[in-house]
């Protein structure tokens, strides 16, 4: 929901291999050679590289996101035995049930 109260939508493919499209098949230039996008208001897209990093079953670690866009922005990311992001300080943290 954006802040006029309409809502927006966003369709992206990828052929897994840097070559993104919008939902009409037009190809999206400045996402080639990307592998993953950051949707930064939700932290599930930060998991899906840390899922390609090979995490063993019930381990944990500690991740960094560095942002390539010059900004110099980093993050220490907490991840929870299935790689799923847990703290991502300043902007998310999951509260316990």
């Known amino acids: 929901m954006d802040c006029t109260g309409g809502s927006r939508a966003l369709g992206l493919r990828s052929d897994g291999a840097g070559r993104w499209q919008d939902t009409n098949g037009a190809h999206l230039s400045p996402l080639a050679g990307c592998e993953d996008i950051d949707i930064w208001p939700t932290p599930l897209t930060n ?30 990311l907490t991840v929870d035995e299935n790689g799923l992001v847990t703290d991502y300080p300043g902007y998310f943290a999951r509260v316990p049930v």
């Not at 995490?55 to 560095?66: H, S």
């Open 47 to 76: 998991s899906l590289p840390i899922w390609r990093s090979h995490l063993a079953i019930g381990e944990r670690r500690l991740y960094r996101f560095e942002n390539l866009d010059g900004s110099g922005f980093q993050a220490d």
